[in-house]
């Protein structure tokens, strides 16, 4: 297959749609993940090619949707459960977190829950603050789930493809703002493997590490702050579970300088998390604290406003990289 | 079970449901004696005395292949469907040969190979997982049907709704059976429920729904066999069997929240003896051999102690295996990074 | 010691709070023979479990405790026979004798503790990587000046000081080692100014791997030597630039640029590249009551009148910072050579003159501040044709307010 010029949006699909046809034990479940096409169209003509007993239309029954998952996937199906926002999470936190999370391990090692949660989140689109989070932290607080956080259109296909070989859980966290970003896709390749961080960027003076779509914002930043002469090395960590440290080292070990982008909110978030990371394994070679810049601990409003100033923006992450290095 | 290769209704049908419960009943006496010796990991454990019907009168109509999920107070349902009562109590001990290795022990006791899913410590939380093996069994064409078992406490909970309501919707191959004795806890199903006819509310749902007395372990084998049938068929059922919780909720549990003439009560729903003496006067076997028959289970149950008691221990460096798949990394242990994040510089 | 003696292992007490170990596992079974650092066993405490270390070489004789057995700290679980002294284990109570392998875990404990408590103890702030630059080359950081944010001692002020003693800080990772490609800078300051009024571009250039240079002139700061007149100030600058190993990028700033393009003109060969910044000399008008201000303010408020001259970020010193300066000029060691600056309004020194010589030979730059209020940024207008000329949104000092893009221009120059 050549190269493509797609959208975050339809790569997904595409994966899902390659991985279904790969494989028949392969399901779609969730809400208006059928007739509909999903909440944000990205199983948008699955149900006509794969049939209603794979792409599964649910009543609104989060809990029971990832439950289902749970058992179909103990008993030899490959599901990909959809939920409609990472916002419900809490609705499914005991399916995720006490079933599909620690089956492996309670029993033994004797079978493991191969499932996709497929969700999104984020900002973007004044939905308010029961659908606009970031609660990835969540998930990458409980020790079984992988965590995959895609922000590039190759990632959306490449990561979900991967994501459905894994042996384990894995919460798929797409954001909403992306889904219309448009790249390249290349199908076929290969060097970009599971769990591995990506260095879109070098640079000598600080190093960005973040992940979704505020990679894109470090990566405008880091355009601005280069014509004020500062370079920013910029990480996309892609998995917050696995997480790929070993990338990330070297470059703080030059810089002496790192900051943690996240859209989710300060207190004990992710940011927190790998900001605490950086600082224990880089301490030796630091020139500055690691500083997180994240969400501003606050529910989000509707807004558009209120909004975009509740989150990280290029803006800011310009001006805590100035004020780093004192320019 | 051999019951299965036994004409319902007959007299050796009964035999070997007696002998089922009764080895469901030593097996849990000796889980207690194990606490008591000090020997259990822990006290949560949640004994089935009383509730022999309900888990082998359901499990009769189970075949190879079939699946299900228990609750926290699953060990005879896990018995009736085959299990080695040595890992069990291994397991319960948290030995490195027990079902899991130790790391499950009584509430997450599972294995794969004989359709155990697991059982769950959460009250409801293995009910949605049938749902999923039913989806399972309805696209791979299986004839396979899954069931979940859990007590009269997970009718409080919306997981149980939302996961009936999923099967009666897709037809799918699954039961539900609720084991009502009459404690969710500490609280009885009257200061729980307006409505004490539990399975109208399965009903309503659209799924074939009874409620059957378990003093009787024929009548819950007749009725759950039935049930199964139509669920195997493509409708789901749900089955609720009445019974008696003889002892406390867990092992520590001495019951204060009810009164002595009331448990007197309780204890005369006795399924085990009740078949007993219907065997008895059915003259379909003597009470010599039923005695020897308890005999032996008795030496295969104390056994079982035995074999858990000098199970090895768990090994140290299983603590990170079975977190994620065999082939991943295991976690760093938080020693080892400390170890290397405050290594003399 | 050759002699083979038998002793009792006693349960070693692995943390204060032990008072009693649960005997794990024998990895060593009666009979075996182990050498010293060989795990015995491991021991479950109510923290942890821990591999147990033979402390000298031997055999197990016989083991008094099995998997599962608790057992009080100081009690015996195993005898075994030894030729090597086992020290604080054969004698006594756990708690008078305590165990050697506690002991040592202990004691790291302490030494790391220690470590940390110097410098919170004097209250000195360095970051990591400056704390092990200092630890590598033995270094007391109470003896470094830290020029980094809230005065704190960064990589760069051990670099400096390494550079001084003649010694490279080995930090190869930490900067880009491209300097060969650029060469020295060496800064210049202004009337009333010092070498530290480079501090913050300093830290630009360093953290590109460009070594930087920023003495005192005569009769400023730290220097010893006073100065009368501009000549002095001069021929001092041709003898440290004489000094230099290479060429230099040479940096005025204010008077300071009059003096490099001066020097420029004496030590052509000494001199790769030439940037003034907003120098004087270059045109007629200056701000007379800046400069009468220079050599006779001794307060601070007289002081912080100045600084609002200067610009922006002058403007913002703080109380403590304007009382240096203002013991500083109380001094009165500037009254002379200001008065040979200028008159009223008027200029006294001559920078176009030697500017235009050396331009068509150096590549030279300069460059003013849009805010200027000492020096008119519209003296740019009288820079030579091969000048290449910026205009900084800035006021007296750049190297203050825009530090960063005055990097980014001084980098450019010549390329």
Same mark, same amino acid.
């Given at each position: 297959?050549p190269k493509?010029?797609?959208?975050y949006?339809d790569?997904?699909?595409?994966?899902?749609?390659h991985a279904?046809?790969d494989?028949?034990?392969?399901?779609i479940i969730g809400e208006?993940?059928g007739?509909?096409?999903?909440?944000?169209?990205v199983?948008k003509?699955l149900?006509?090619?794969?049939g209603a007993e794979?792409?599964i239309?649910?009543?609104?029954?989060?809990a029971?949707?990832?439950?289902?998952?749970?058992?179909a996937?103990?008993t030899?199906?490959?599901p990909v459960?959809?939920?409609m926002?990472?916002?419900f999470?809490?609705m499914?936190m005991?399916?995720l977190?006490?079933?599909?999370a620690k089956?492996?391990?309670m029993?033994g090692?004797q079978?493991?829950v191969?499932?996709?949660?497929?969700t999104q989140?984020g900002t973007g689109?004044s939905a308010?603050?029961?659908h606009?989070?970031?609660?990835e932290?969540?998930?990458?607080?409980?020790?079984?789930l992988?965590?995959?956080?895609?922000?590039?259109?190759?990632d959306a296909?490449?990561?979900l493809?991967q994501?459905m070989?894994q042996p384990d859980?894995?919460v798929?966290?797409e954001?909403?703002?992306?889904y219309?970003?448009k790249?390249?896709?290349?199908v076929?390749?290969s060097?970009?493997?599971w769990?591995?961080s990506?260095?879109l960027r070098?640079?000598?003076d600080?190093?960005?590490?973040?992940?979704s779509?505020q990679?894109?914002?470090a990566?405008?930043?880091?355009d601005?702050?280069?014509a004020?002469?500062i370079?920013?090395a910029?990480?996309d960590?892609r998995?917050?579970?696995p997480?790929?440290f070993e990338k990330?080292?070297p470059?703080?070990?030059?810089a002496g300088?790192a900051?943690?982008i996240?859209e989710g909110?300060?207190?004990s978030?992710?940011?927190?998390e790998?900001?605490a990371?950086?600082?224990?394994?880089c301490?030796d070679?630091l020139?500055d604290?690691v500083v997180?810049?994240?969400?501003e601990?606050?529910?989000i409003?509707v807004?558009?406003?209120?909004?975009?100033?509740s989150?990280?923006?290029?803006?800011l992450?310009v001006?805590?990289a100035?004020?780093?290095?004192r320019? | 079970?051999d019951?299965?290769?036994?004409?319902a209704?007959?007299?050796?049908?009964?035999v070997?449901?007696y002998r089922?419960?009764?080895?469901?009943?030593?097996?849990?006496e000796?889980v207690g004696?194990?606490?008591?010796?000090g020997q259990s990991?822990g006290?949560?454990l949640h004994?089935s005395i009383?509730e022999?019907?309900?888990?082998v009168?359901?499990?009769?109509?189970?075949?190879?292949?079939?699946t299900?999920?228990?609750?926290?107070?699953?060990?005879g349902?896990?018995?009736?469907?085959g299990?080695d009562?040595?890992?069990?109590?291994?397991e319960?001990a948290?030995?490195?040969?027990?079902?899991c290795s130790g790391?499950g022990g009584s509430m997450h006791?599972?294995?794969?190979s004989l359709?155990?899913?697991?059982?769950?410590?959460?009250v409801?939380?293995?009910?949605?997982?049938v749902?999923g093996?039913g989806?399972?069994?309805?696209?791979?064409k299986?004839?396979?049907?899954?069931?979940?078992?859990?007590?009269?406490g997970a009718?409080?909970?919306?997981i149980?709704y939302?996961?009936?309501?999923?099967a009666?919707?897709?037809k799918l191959?699954?039961m539900?059976?609720?084991i009502n004795?009459?404690?969710g806890?500490?609280?009885?199903?009257?200061?729980?429920?307006?409505?004490p006819?539990?399975?109208?509310?399965a009903a309503a749902f659209g799924?074939?729904?009874?409620?059957v007395?378990?003093?009787?372990?024929?009548e819950?084998?007749?009725?759950a066999?039935?049930?199964m049938a139509g669920?195997?068929?493509?409708?789901?059922?749900?089955?609720a069997?009445d019974?008696?919780?003889?002892h406390?909720?867990a092992?520590?549990d001495?019951?204060p929240?009810?009164?002595d003439?009331?448990?007197?009560e309780?204890?005369k729903?006795?399924?085990v003896?009740h078949?007993r003496?219907s065997l008895?006067?059915?003259?379909?076997?003597?009470?010599a051999?039923?005695?020897?028959m308890?005999?032996d289970?008795?030496?295969?149950m104390?056994a079982?102690?035995d074999?858990?008691?000098?199970g090895?221990e768990p090994q140290?460096r299983s603590?990170?295996r079975?977190?994620?798949g065999?082939d991943?990394?295991?976690?760093?242990?938080?020693r080892?990074r400390?170890?290397?994040v405050l290594?003399?510089? | 010691?050759?002699?083979?003696?038998?002793?009792?292992?006693?349960?070693?007490?692995l943390?204060e709070?032990?008072d009693e170990?649960t005997?794990a596992?024998?990895?060593?079974?009666?009979g075996?023979?182990?050498?010293?650092?060989d795990?015995l066993l491991e021991?479950e405490?109510?923290?942890?479990l821990v591999?147990?270390?033979a402390?000298?070489a031997g055999?197990l004789v016989?083991?008094? &405790?099995?998997?599962?057995d608790?057992?009080?700290?100081?009690?015996?679980i195993a005898v075994?026979?030894?030729?090597?002294a086992w020290?604080?284990?054969?004698?006594?109570?756990? &708690?008078?004798?305590?165990?050697?392998?506690?002991?040592?875990?202990k004691?790291?404990?302490?030494r790391?503790?220690?470590?940390?408590a110097?410098?919170?103890?004097?209250?000195?702030?360095?970051?990591p990587?400056?704390r092990?630059?200092a630890r590598?080359?033995?270094?007391?950081?109470d003896?470094?000046?830290g020029?980094?944010r809230?005065d704190r001692i960064?990589?760069?002020?051990i670099?400096a000081?390494?550079?001084?003693?003649g010694?490279?800080?080995?930090?190869?990772t930490?900067?880009?080692a491209?300097?060969?490609?650029?060469?020295?800078?060496f800064?210049v300051?202004?009337?009333?100014?010092?070498?530290?009024?480079?501090?913050e571009?300093?830290?630009?250039?360093?953290r590109?791997?460009?070594?930087?240079s920023?003495?005192?002139?005569?009769?400023?700061?730290?220097?010893?030597?006073e100065?009368s007149?501009v000549e002095?100030?001069?021929s001092?600058?041709?003898?440290?630039l004489?000094q230099?190993?290479?060429?230099v990028?040479?940096v005025g700033?204010?008077?300071?640029?009059?003096l490099?393009?001066r020097?420029a003109?004496?030590?052509?060969d000494r001199i790769?590249?030439?940037t003034?910044i907003?120098?004087?000399?270059?045109?007629?008008d200056?701000?007379?009551a800046?400069i009468?201000g220079?050599?006779?303010?001794?307060?601070?408020g007289?002081?912080?009148?100045?600084m609002r001259?200067l610009?922006?970020k002058?403007s913002?010193?703080? &109380?403590?910072?304007?009382?240096?300066?203002?013991?500083?000029f109380?001094?009165?060691?500037?009254?002379l050579?200001?008065s040979?600056?200028?008159?009223?309004?008027?200029q006294l020194?001559?920078?176009?003159?030697p500017l235009?010589e050396?331009?068509?030979?150096l590549?030279v730059q &300069?460059?003013?501040?849009?805010?200027?209020a000492i020096?008119?940024?519209?003296?740019?207008?009288?820079?030579?044709?091969r000048a290449a000329?910026?205009?900084v949104r800035s006021?007296?000092?750049?190297?203050w307010d825009c530090?960063?893009l005055l990097?980014?221009?001084?980098?450019?120059?010549?390329r």
């Amino acid at each position: 297959m050549p190269k493509l010029e797609t959208t975050y949006r339809d790569a997904l699909r595409l994966a899902l749609q390659h991985a279904m046809t790969d494989d028949e034990d392969v399901i779609i479940i969730g809400e208006e993940v059928g007739l509909y096409g999903g909440a944000y169209g990205v199983t948008k003509g699955l149900i006509d090619e794969f049939g209603a007993e794979r792409v599964i239309d649910t009543p609104i029954s989060e809990a029971a949707i990832v439950g289902t998952a749970v058992g179909a996937a103990m008993t030899g199906l490959r599901p990909v459960a959809e939920l409609m926002y990472v916002d419900f999470m809490g609705m499914t936190m005991d399916q995720l977190a006490n079933q599909a999370a620690k089956i492996r391990y309670m029993f033994g090692g004797q079978i493991g829950v191969p499932m996709i949660l497929r969700t999104q989140g984020g900002t973007g689109r004044s939905a308010g603050a029961q659908h606009s989070q970031s609660l990835e932290a969540l998930a990458m607080h409980t020790p079984g789930l992988r965590v995959a956080m895609p922000a590039t259109v190759s990632d959306a296909y490449h990561l979900l493809r991967q994501a459905m070989r894994q042996p384990d859980p894995v919460v798929f966290i797409e954001h909403k703002g992306l889904y219309t970003l448009k790249g390249e896709l290349d199908v076929d390749m290969s060097d970009s493997p599971w769990g591995k961080s990506h260095i879109l960027r070098s640079g000598s003076d600080l190093v960005i590490i973040s992940y979704s779509r505020q990679v894109h914002f470090a990566l405008a930043a880091a355009d601005t702050l280069s014509a004020k002469g500062i370079e920013a090395a910029v990480v996309d960590v892609r998995t917050l579970n696995p997480l790929d440290f070993e990338k990330i080292r070297p470059l703080v070990e030059a810089a002496g300088r790192a900051m943690v982008i996240s859209e989710g909110v300060m207190t004990s978030g992710v940011a927190a998390e790998l900001a605490a990371r950086v600082s224990e394994e880089c301490f030796d070679y630091l020139e500055d604290p690691v500083v997180r810049v994240a969400g501003e601990d606050i529910p989000i409003s509707v807004s558009p406003l209120l909004e975009k100033n509740s989150v990280p923006s290029p803006e800011l992450i310009v001006d805590a990289a100035l004020m780093m290095l004192r320019t | 079970m051999d019951a299965k290769n036994t004409k319902a209704g007959s007299n050796s049908y009964l035999v070997e449901l007696y002998r089922q419960m009764r080895r469901v009943r030593t097996f849990e006496e000796r889980v207690g004696e194990l606490f008591v010796r000090g020997q259990s990991a822990g006290s949560m454990l949640h004994l089935s005395i009383g509730e022999e019907s309900a888990a082998v009168g359901v499990c009769a109509s189970m075949r190879d292949g079939d699946t299900f999920t228990t609750h926290h107070r699953g060990h005879g349902i896990f018995l009736a469907r085959g299990a080695d009562p040595n890992r069990m109590m291994a397991e319960i001990a948290g030995k490195e040969t027990g079902y899991c290795s130790g790391k499950g022990g009584s509430m997450h006791i599972a294995d794969m190979s004989l359709g155990h899913l697991g059982a769950n410590a959460i009250v409801g939380g293995g009910i949605p997982a049938v749902v999923g093996a039913g989806l399972a069994a309805r696209n791979t064409k299986s004839d396979a049907v899954s069931v979940a078992f859990f007590g009269d406490g997970a009718m409080g909970q919306g997981i149980l709704y939302e996961s009936m309501n999923m099967a009666a919707l897709w037809k799918l191959p699954v039961m539900f059976v609720c084991i009502n004795n009459q404690y969710g806890m500490g609280t009885r199903v009257d200061r729980a429920t307006a409505n004490p006819n539990l399975h109208e509310r399965a009903a309503a749902f659209g799924l074939q729904a009874k409620t059957v007395n378990g003093l009787d372990v024929e009548e819950v084998a007749e009725t759950a066999a039935e049930l199964m049938a139509g669920a195997r068929a493509g409708n789901p059922a749900y089955l609720a069997v009445d019974c008696y919780r003889f002892h406390g909720h867990a092992r520590m549990d001495k019951s204060p929240y009810r009164d002595d003439a009331e448990e007197a009560e309780g204890r005369k729903q006795d399924p085990v003896l009740h078949a007993r003496a219907s065997l008895l006067d059915r003259e379909a076997i003597s009470g010599a051999d039923l005695d020897a028959m308890d005999m032996d289970i008795a030496s295969e149950m104390d056994a079982s102690i035995d074999f858990a008691i000098k199970g090895q221990e768990p090994q140290m460096r299983s603590m990170f295996r079975d977190v994620y798949g065999p082939d991943e990394p295991e976690p760093e242990p938080v020693r080892v990074r400390l170890e290397r994040v405050l290594a003399e510089r | 010691m050759t002699t083979v003696e038998k002793i009792k292992l006693p349960m070693p007490r692995l943390g204060e709070t032990m008072d009693e170990g649960t005997i794990a596992n024998w990895l060593v079974k009666p009979g075996d023979a182990f050498a010293r650092g060989d795990a015995l066993l491991e021991l479950e405490t109510d923290k942890t479990l821990v591999e147990y270390p033979a402390l000298g070489a031997g055999t197990l004789v016989e083991t008094m &405790a099995n998997p599962g057995d608790v057992v009080a700290v100081g009690a015996p679980i195993a005898v075994i026979e030894t030729t090597d002294a086992w020290d604080g284990i054969s004698t006594g109570s756990a &708690a008078e004798n305590p165990e050697p392998s506690s002991e040592s875990r202990k004691a790291g404990f302490d030494r790391n503790k220690q470590q940390r408590a110097v410098p919170n103890t004097n209250k000195r702030r360095a970051t990591p990587l400056a704390r092990r630059l200092a630890r590598q080359h033995g270094l007391s950081l109470d003896v470094i000046a830290g020029t980094g944010r809230r005065d704190r001692i960064e990589a760069r002020d051990i670099e400096a000081l390494l550079a001084n003693r003649g010694t490279r800080a080995q930090t190869p990772t930490r900067f880009n080692a491209n300097s060969s490609e650029t060469a020295d800078v060496f800064l210049v300051h202004g009337l009333g100014g010092a070498g530290s009024n480079w501090t913050e571009l300093r830290g630009h250039l360093n953290r590109n791997g460009i070594k930087s240079s920023a003495p005192d002139l005569p009769g400023h700061g730290r220097n010893t030597t006073e100065a009368s007149d501009v000549e002095t100030l001069v021929s001092w600058l041709v003898d440290d630039l004489k000094q230099q190993n290479e060429a230099v990028h040479l940096v005025g700033h204010s008077l300071g640029g009059h003096l490099c393009a001066r020097a420029a003109q004496e030590v052509p060969d000494r001199i790769a590249r030439l940037t003034l910044i907003a120098p004087a000399g270059c045109g007629a008008d200056i701000n007379g009551a800046f400069i009468d201000g220079v050599a006779n303010a001794s307060t601070s408020g007289e002081i912080a009148h100045l600084m609002r001259m200067l610009g922006p970020k002058a403007s913002s010193l703080g &109380a403590e910072a304007l009382a240096g300066m203002a013991s500083e000029f109380s001094k009165g060691r500037l009254g002379l050579l200001a008065s040979q600056v200028a008159r009223g309004n008027k200029q006294l020194v001559d920078t176009l003159a030697p500017l235009n010589e050396v331009s068509s030979a150096l590549p030279v730059q &300069a460059i003013f501040g849009s805010g200027d209020a000492i020096i008119p940024k519209e003296h740019i207008f009288n820079m030579p044709p091969r000048a290449a000329s910026h205009i900084v949104r800035s006021g007296h000092m750049p190297q203050w307010d825009c530090p960063g893009l005055l990097h980014k221009l001084l980098v450019s120059i010549g390329r």
